[in-house]
T-cell receptor
């Protein structure tokens, strides 16, 4: 079955650590996105990529980094520079242009301990 | 750019009632909108979309209405069931007519009481 897989489902980070969230899709989608969701909030765009080896900052990119070495994969690293990383992270992908909506992964809940 | 917002953060209905969730947008050039449903601890799921050349679109138990004059859209759920309890988001293109990036409203929490 085609879909988009995020792992891990839960992740705990110590202060000062970098952590990487995985996102893999087998939908042959060109575009991929990372969103952050805080309680009672909507979705805020962190980074997006419309093609392999290219990506752009979203609205809240500070403290995050990404790579897009393969069409199927778009990992997100939460760096120690991100001072408030506790949140629910959602990865999404879309076909050419993304005009007809995203397919979302099931999310990763990141908690700072 | 586009921004979308919700009139009400929460909506509580009885099972079997019809639910109406509203959304306002700012960019009159936006050419499509999408509704998503997010259950607790899960990623959002596509429900229905509508293009700006339409006023109404129907799906299974759901109808989306678009009023371009007042820049408002709504999601109507008929005969609401407990399984409809979730957060509902409207989304529009972040750049108005640009494809790709979406911008999302805050969401409306729908609670269905048996």
């Amino acid at each position: 079955d085609g879909g988009i897989t995020q792992s891990p489902k839960y992740l705990f980070r110590k202060e000062g650590q970098n952590v990487t969230l995985s996102c893999e899709q087998n939908l042959n989608h060109d575009a991929m996105y990372w969103y952050r969701q805080d309680p009672g909030q909507g979705l805020r765009l962190i980074y997006y990529s419309q093609i392999v080896n290219d990506f752009q900052k979203g609205d809240i990119a500070e403290g995050y980094s990404v790579s897009r070495e393969k069409k199927e994969s778009f990992p997100l690293t939460v760096t120690s520079a991100q001072k408030n990383p506790t949140a629910f992270y959602l990865c999404a992908s879309s076909g050419t242009g993304g005009r007809y909506g995203y397919t979302f992964g099931s999310g990763t809940r990141l908690t700072v301990v | 750019g586009e921004s979308v917002g919700l009139h009400l953060p929460t909506l509580s209905v009885q099972e079997g009632d019809n639910s109406i969730i509203n959304c306002a947008y700012s960019n009159s050039a936006s050419d499509y909108f999408i509704w998503y449903k997010q259950e607790s601890g899960k990623g959002p799921q596509f429900i229905i979309d509508i293009r700006s050349n339409m006023d109404k679109r129907q799906g299974q138990r759901v109808t989306v209405l678009l009023n371009k004059t007042v820049k408002h859209l709504s999601l109507q759920i008929a005969a609401t069931q407990p399984g409809d309890s979730a957060v509902y988001f409207c989304a529009g293109p972040a750049g108005g007519t640009s494809y790709g990036k979406l911008t999302f409203g805050q969401g409306t929490i729908l609670t269905v009481h048996p």
